[in-house]
């Protein structure tokens, strides 16, 4: 009768191995998936759109984002014109800096094409918000297009960007 109190006790054992690594396992992926604190803000890019004119050699960027709380930022962005004529790959950068505590910013800018843009031309590119001088990356979106029927600049009322 020896045996019955060593096996019971090998079971007890191993059920309790079983359990003490089940809670192991369900504490472990109970655990945030990020490193981030709770109140860490999300830098982000909302909307980024050139506004191109037929027959006209400037175009409009406009940029928009929120929560941006870090030094030097700024958008950098890259697009390609193509048709009525060779394939164009325009690219730049534009300041932004945050309007209220909130961190949200709008900012438009108006460079040159280096030529006239055609009606005909598909266009496409995209934007990335970056801060402290390029050195923390945030998110990256498609750039957003449309014309107009006047070249920029605009009177006072410059178009604001759509959503993508």
Request: hydrophobic residues 35%.
């Amino acid at each position: 009768m020896q045996k019955k109190p060593a096996l019971a006790r090998k079971h007890l054992a191993f059920l309790v191995t079983a359990l003490a690594t089940l809670a192991l396992f369900l504490w472990i992926t109970s655990l945030p998936f990020t490193t981030q604190p709770a109140d860490a803000k999300v830098h982000r890019l909302q909307t980024a759109q050139v506004i191109v004119t037929p027959g006209c050699n400037t175009y409009c960027i406009c940029v928009t984002g929120t929560q941006l709380d870090k030094p030097n930022p700024f958008v950098k962005y890259s697009f390609t014109l193509r048709g009525c004529g060779p394939t164009v790959t325009i690219s730049g950068s534009i300041a932004v800096r945050p309007k209220n505590a909130a961190g949200d910013f709008r900012e438009i800018d108006v460079p040159g094409l280096g030529r006239n843009y055609c009606s005909q031309g598909a266009t496409s590119g995209s934007a990335t918000l970056f801060a402290e001088n390029g050195a923390s990356r945030f998110n990256t979106l498609p750039i957003s297009f449309s014309t107009s029927p006047d070249c920029p600049p605009w009177p006072s009322s410059t178009p604001a960007p759509t959503a993508p």
